[in-house]
C-alpha cells in the first residue's frame, strides 16, 4: 500500500503560478509512474499530466500543454506540478495517483485525499 499527499493549492489571480507537491510513503516499491488530475464543481474528474518512473517520459492534457509542468524528485519520493496560468474554474481540486499509467482514473491504483489540495481563481 502506498499512501499520497498533496500540498501546495491555494488561490491564483490570473496570469499567476502555483506549484502543487505530491508526497508518497508507506509501501514505495509502488511508486512508480504518477499522474495529476483535478475536479471542477460538478464535472468529471480530469486528466492533467502523468510522468513516469525515471521522469524522462510525460504526457499533458492539451488543455495544459505550454502552461503545465509535471516532475519529480525520486529521492524525496515527490511528484511536482507547476503550472503557470492555471485557469480554475471556480475551485478545482487537484489529486494524484500512482500505482498505474494512462490517461483515465481507473489507470491508476493508489490515489491521494485531493481536498487539502485546491486551486481557486
Known amino acids: 500500500q502506498v499512501q499520497l499527499v498533496e500540498s501546495g493549492g491555494g488561490l491564483v489571480q490570473a496570469g499567476g503560478s502555483l506549484r502543487l507537491s505530491c508526497a508518497a510513503s508507506?509501501?514505495?516499491?509502488?511508486?512508480?509512474?504518477v499522474g495529476w488530475f483535478r475536479q471542477a464543481p460538478g464535472k468529471e474528474r480530469e486528466f492533467v499530466a502523468t510522468?513516469?518512473?525515471?521522469?524522462?517520459?510525460?504526457n499533458y492534457a492539451d488543455s495544459v500543454e505550454g502552461r503545465f509542468t509535471i516532475s519529480r524528485d525520486n529521492a524525496k519520493n515527490k511528484v511536482y506540478l507547476q503550472m503557470n496560468s492555471p485557469k480554475p474554474e471556480g475551485t478545482d481540486v487537484y489529486y494524484c495517483?500512482?500505482?498505474?499509467?494512462?490517461?483515465?482514473?481507473?489507470?491508476?491504483?493508489?490515489w491521494g485525499q485531493g481536498p487539502h489540495d485546491t486551486v481557486s481563481s
Open positions: 495517483a500512482t500505482g498505474g499509467w494512462g490517461t483515465e482514473t481507473h489507470d491508476y491504483n493508489y
Open positions: 510522468i513516469n518512473r525515471s521522469g524522462g517520459t510525460t
Open positions: 508507506g509501501r514505495t516499491v509502488n511508486w512508480y509512474d
